[in-house]
Structure formats: C-alpha cells, structure tokens
C-alpha cells in the first residue's frame, strides 16, 4: 500500500515534457517560418502572382493580363539571348517560375495583315489581322522597370494553353505570365508599333555570327521594351543574329508615330528593310523573291492597298477597323481572323475586335 501510494504522488506530481512556455516558443517558431516562407515566395514570385490575378475574361476565349515590374528581359539580353524555343523556354521557366512549372511553345503557319494610315490631323494608325485556326488569345499589357509600356498580343495556343485551358483557378492564370515572351504584335508608349507575319516560304532564318541571339517573339518584345522609332527598331534588330521561332520564316512589319513604315524581311539569312503602306504573307523586298511566300499578294493585300487607296491613306479609326474587316478570313479561305486591332499611335489606345465578330469592340488605353 505504501509502495503504491508513493507510485500514486510520483504519476501525479510529473511534469508535462513541453509546458505552455514551450508550446508559445513552438507556435512563435511556426509563425515565423511561414511568415519567412510566404516573405521568400513573395520575393520570388511578387510581379508574376500580382500579373497572375489580374488576368480577366473579356468573352469566351478572350483574356487580358497586365504585368507591372521586372520579368527579367534586360537579363535576358545579358546573357546573350537564346537561338530556339527550347532555349527561350528553359528560360521563362527558371526565370518566372523558379523551375516550378511547365512551359511548351507550340505554332504553325498563319497568314496575317497590317496596315498603316494616318487621321485627318496626323494621327498616325496601324491596323493588323491576326489569322489563324486557333481561338484563345490575350491582350498583355507591361510596365517594365527599365523599358516602355506596351501592349501586346498572344495566342496561348503557342504556349500550350490549347482549348480546354480556362484561367479557372491560379495555377492556370501563373501559365498565363509567360505571355509576356510571346508577342506577335503589339504597340509601346512612344507609338512604336509592329506585328510578326509569317511567310512560310519553305526556309527559316538562322544567322550565326558573334552577335548575341534573338527569336521571332522575343524580338517583338525587344522591339516594344527598347525602341522609340522605327529607326531604332531596325537598329537593335541589326545588333542580334535572328532565328525563327517554330522552324518557320516570318517578316516584321513596323510602324512608328511619325508615319514611317517598314518591312524587315530575311531573306537567305540577310534582313532587308523596305518601306510600305501594307503588309501580308510575302516577300516585298524588291528583286527576285518579291511576291514569295503564302499565296503571294493575295487578295488580302488587295483589299488592304484599296482601302487605302479609297481614303487616299486618310482614315478615322473606324474606317480602318472596317478596312481590316474587309481583308479579314471572314472573307477569305476557310481560316479564321483570330483577332483585329487598330493603334493609336498618338493617343495610344488599342481597339480590338475578336474572331471576325465587328460589332464588339475592346478598347485599351496605354496612358492609364
């Protein structure tokens, strides 16, 4: 009995191991580690979950996103550039997404228009067709820390976003940030404007010399970050060996606020620059390829030179937007007119109509 008793007091006078001034220490320790975590995931991913939440459904298939701050293009340039998609992917994964997620580039061959014309006062517009099978498509407007605003358009499926992709939940709206590296036109806040259209004429350009690298979408951004004329433009495409995005020949049509308006084509590996009122899906370098590449001067580019010449290149924007409707695959083929916008190069607002439907328009305004 008394062994027991004295069992009895030793059970009822332990100790418990961590006592409530240990616990508080554990739960601070916690605290502290989440607060560290969630402090380290902001630094690492602060622009891009800010870019991430302020992706919106304009319609079905039709998205807008706006990144604020550095993606990492001046170190991109840094390094030198990339020479293929495989490159630039292994990049945007490391950079805005810390080997965290999955990116694919994917494309094929779409035939595209631009045209440039000016208002009554001297407005300078540039209006473009994107045409292609594809349907989901975003408008990125940036603000870089050491570049200009712009904004800019994407076709996901070139990023693997292909139909069944929803911006439902966050981890879908994160795959959206890549857009940023994908343009394929697009205007800056110095009204400098320019599109990608391809040619497809069977080659690919491929420049290798000692010049840092650059591929068909990242020139794009390279062209809205960094030029404030067309001038500028040809001279930072001077400085960087071009290689083709997807394995497929592609030319730069680009505009700027003082009218002139150009075409960069590479033609056997050598960029030759000529100056036009439009642009479609061939060769307009004079000489013996002039007239090369997707159906030639189609009926497309027809239909772009005779609006032009029925306004005598002086249009409001609607009598643009209605010139592009007109060139538009609506008419043309069995594509699709992905989507057509119309730049302002003075007011730097965008207008955008989506898949042929010319009633509905989405308007953009660079200075807000």
């Known amino acids: 009995m008394e062994f027991r008793y004295l069992e009895e007091e030793c059970v009822e006078e332990r100790k418990p191991i961590i006592g409530k001034r240990g616990k508080r220490i554990i739960l601070l320790a916690?605290?502290?580690?989440?607060?560290?975590?969630?402090?380290?995931?902001?630094?690492?991913?602060?622009?891009?979950?800010?870019?991430?939440?302020?992706?919106?459904?304009?319609?079905?298939?039709?998205?807008?996103?706006?990144y604020k701050g550095d993606y990492g293009f001046d170190e991109f340039l840094k390094r030198g550039g990339v020479k293929n998609d495989d490159e630039l992917i292994a990049y945007i994964v490391e950079r805005l997404y810390h080997n965290m997620y999955e990116v694919e580039v994917n494309g094929g061959r779409y035939g595209c228009?631009?045209?440039?014309?000016?208002?009554?006062?001297?407005?300078?517009?540039?209006?473009?067709?994107?045409?292609?099978?594809?349907?989901?498509?975003?408008?990125?407007?940036t603000a870089p820390k050491n570049g200009y605003n712009s904004i800019s358009t994407c076709n996901l499926e070139f990023l693997g976003m292909r139909g069944d992709w929803e911006p439902d939940s966050f981890l879908n709206k994160m795959m959206a940030v890549a857009t940023v590296y994908a343009p394929v036109d697009g205007m800056n806040e110095k009204g400098v404007c320019v599109a990608v259209l391809s040619v497809s004429d069977g080659t690919s350009t491929d420049q290798n010399t000692d010049k840092p690298d650059i591929t068909t979408t990242s020139a794009v951004r390279l062209i809205l970050d960094k030029a404030a004329s067309v001038d500028e433009a040809i001279e930072l495409l001077k400085q960087y060996d071009m290689h083709s995005s997807i394995g497929s020949q592609f030319k730069f049509a680009i505009t700027d606020s003082t009218g002139k308006s150009v075409s960069v084509e590479y033609i056997k590996n050598v960029m030759n620059v000529?100056?036009?009122?439009?642009?479609?899906?061939?060769?307009?370098?004079?000489?013996?390829?002039?007239?090369?590449?997707?159906?030639?001067?189609?009926?497309?580019?027809?239909?772009?030179?005779?609006?032009?010449?029925?306004?005598?290149?002086?249009?409001?924007?609607?009598?643009?937007?209605?010139?592009?409707?007109?060139?538009?695959?609506?008419?043309?083929?069995?594509?699709?007119?992905?989507?057509?916008?119309?730049?302002?190069?003075?007011?730097?607002?965008?207008?955008y109509c989506y898949f042929e439907d010319f009633e509905e328009k989405y308007y953009f305004d660079l200075k807000d």
């Open 113 to 141: 228009s631009t045209l440039r014309a000016t208002m009554s006062d001297g407005t300078v517009l540039f209006g473009r067709n994107f045409d292609y099978y594809s349907k989901k498509s975003m408008v990125v407007t």
């Open 274 to 351: 000529v100056d036009v009122d439009a642009c479609s899906n061939f060769y307009q370098t004079p000489g013996e390829h002039y007239g090369i590449g997707l159906d030639g001067p189609c009926p497309r580019y027809a239909k772009l030179i005779e609006g032009y010449e029925k306004f005598e290149g002086k249009m409001t924007e609607d009598e643009m937007m209605n010139t592009m409707a007109s060139a538009s695959q609506k008419y043309f083929y069995h594509n699709n007119t992905q989507w057509t916008a119309v730049f302002n190069t003075k007011e730097l607002t965008a207008t």
């Open 30 to 66: 916690v605290l502290v580690l989440l607060v560290v975590g969630v402090i380290k995931l902001t630094f690492m991913f602060g622009p891009q979950v800010v870019a991430a939440s302020s992706v919106k459904t304009l319609e079905e298939d039709f998205y807008s996103m706006e």
